[in-house]
């Protein structure tokens, strides 16, 4: 009985997963074709992104609100960098975008300007006027200075006195200016001083002295209180002098340079330059001339008879005595008519006067006149090099060269003996003068910012191309090939009967009797085997029994 027991076996039937039906592998091929369409549109949409360039930067809360709803009006996708301090937009937009942005006047750079006078309310009071005036006026300066390249922002503080009766009670304005410099810049004496400038021609009856300028950092950049000595230049000044000197040595270098070669001849100079500016009034006499050479200014004559008078005197011996006789005259001529009885001598009186050589002459000697000026100039050793063994040897220039040299070089600097300008013209090797020039080495093509950024681009897209190709034709691909069978067999067209010959239904009857035969077969094979199951479960002896003769068979 047991052994009976033993030879049935029962069988379970398990239930198949949802995965292994065919609902759920459809599901499943969906939802993977589904993720895989996506991160391949991903892909995509990351290669069509387009590049993002600053368009402002350090603006204020409310220039930064009036651009961004200016952009959200004109449709235009923006975005900000890491910590809100600029804004972004596609690349090829910039320019267009600042245009139409400038055209509102944005950004406004937190200033108020005169644009605060043009909404002014109906019963404003004088003062309030002058406020708004100030204020304006003030934004305007302060927008006048953040226009320089290495300001980036600027506050100005104006003080206007009000206008006094008396002038010897009216006070100047002052004015205080702020600027924020950008990060590693720096603002020199001459750029102050045309900010000082600036402020001043602005402000009516404003002086440089009354304008101040600090930095970011408190530094006081326009320092009033130093009296000007005049003995120190100028940045002006220093400016003409440098640039007067690169001018005398690019000339002498470019006049020399294609009889020695390039790179064969070195000159420096330096000037003397008077920046005195005189004023010459002067007034000369000269010594006077003969009469009949001079000019007469004015010319005057009387004549005049008088009267015979009697006697007269102190009455005594010697006036008494009677008048001597006559004598000629020295020069020749007709001798004086003797006086008429009863009358006086005649009485002439003549008055010339003559112009006074004077000469006045005033002179104005413009300041940056050249005083002196001092020229250097060092030529280099010849360099030959043997065609035939490629030896570079040097050999120093003959005298008659370096005269030549020497004239040329007096011609290009201008050389005025009497101004008392020098020049020395010496000929010496330069270190490594035996080697030859090297040309300087050509920057590779990968170096070239045109190509990186191309390089960029293409990268990008073949990077683009390669995910796709590789999500379709390595995972969406082989997930649609069963689905694409399936429809391709729903799809298939069925082709059109053949009409069947006496071979085929021959072929056909075989092929029905030996499959009636098969089944047959298989059908015993089933009934013995129902036979011998039904045997085993009525009487489990009999079964037992043959097995042990199996057993014993087998042994």
């Known amino acids: 009985m047991a052994a009976a027991e033993n030879l049935v076996t029962t069988t379970t039937i398990e239930q198949p997963s949802f995965l292994q039906t065919s609902f759920g592998r459809n599901i499943a091929l969906g939802v993977g074709a589904a993720i895989v369409v996506a991160v391949m549109v991903a892909v995509w949409m990351w290669s069509q992104q387009p590049e993002y360039r600053v368009l402002f930067s350090n603006f204020t809360d409310r220039d930064g609100g009036a651009i961004t709803a200016s952009l959200d009006q004109m449709a235009v996708k923006y975005k900000f960098s890491e910590g809100g301090s600029a804004i972004l937009v596609p690349a090829n937009q910039v320019h267009d975008i600042r245009l139409k942005l400038a055209a509102q006047g944005l950004p406004k750079g937190g200033n108020v300007g005169f644009e605060l006078m043009e909404n002014q309310k109906l019963g404003v009071s004088q003062f309030l006027e002058q406020v708004n005036y100030q204020r304006s006026l003030e934004g305007e300066l302060a927008r006048s200075i953040q226009s320089l390249a290495a300001v980036s922002a600027a506050r100005v503080h104006l003080a206007l006195p009000k206008p006094q009766v008396f002038v010897r009670d009216q006070q100047k304005p002052t004015a205080s200016v702020l600027l924020n410099l950008q990060t590693g810049r720096t603002i020199d004496a001459a750029q102050v001083s045309a ?67 390039q790179g064969n001849v070195r000159a420096e100079a330096t000037a003397d330059v008077d920046f005195a500016q005189v004023d010459t009034a002067a007034e000369m006499y000269k010594p006077n001339s003969p009469p009949a050479a001079s000019a007469i200014r004015s010319q005057q004559s009387s004549e005049a008879a008088t009267a015979a008078a009697g006697a007269s005197g102190v009455p005594g011996a010697l006036s008494n005595q009677p008048p001597g006789t006559a004598t000629a005259p020295i020069a020749g001529g007709a001798p004086a008519p003797a ?217």
Do not use: C
């Open 195 to 261: 900010i000082v400038h600036l402020v001043a021609s602005s402000v009516p009856e404003l002086p440089p002295s009354n304008v101040t300028v600090v930095d970011q950092a408190g530094n006081l950049l326009s320092d009033t209180t130093k009296p000007a000595s005049g003995k120190n230049l100028d940045p002006n000044q220093l400016k003409y002098v440098t640039a007067l000197q690169e001018g005398i040595v690019k000339q002498v270098e470019s006049l020399i340079t294609p009889l020695v070669g």
């Open 339 to 555: 006086p008429a009885a009863g009358a006086g001598p005649n009485r002439k009186d003549s008055t010339t006067n003559y112009e006074v050589d004077k000469t006045v002459r005033y002179e104005q000697k413009p300041m940056g006149g050249l005083k002196r000026l001092s020229v250097g100039v060092v030529v280099n050793y010849r360099r030959l090099v043997d065609p035939k063994t490629g030896k570079v040897t040097i050999k120093p220039l003959t005298a008659a060269e370096v005269a030549q040299i020497n004239d040329l070089v007096k011609e290009a600097m201008g050389y005025s003996k009497e101004r008392g300008d020098t020049l020395n013209v010496t000929n010496a090797p330069f270190d490594g003068v035996d080697k030859p020039a090297e040309a300087p080495p050509a920057q590779p093509w990968w170096k070239d910012p045109e190509m990186q950024e191309l390089a960029r681009q293409v990268a990008k897209y073949v990077a683009a191309g390669a995910v796709l190709l590789f999500l379709y034709f390595r995972i969406l691909r082989p997930m649609l090939r069963p689905a694409l069978r399936k429809f391709d067999q729903i799809t298939e067209v069925p082709p059109e009967p053949v009409k069947p010959t006496l071979e085929d239904i021959e072929e056909e009857a075989e092929r029905a009797e030996h499959e009636a035969e098969a089944t047959q077969q298989v059908n015993g094979y089933r009934e013995n085997l129902n036979m011998a199951k039904k045997l085993a479960h009525d009487d489990p002896r009999v079964v037992a029994n043959v097995v042990k003769a199996w057993v014993g068979a087998n042994e």
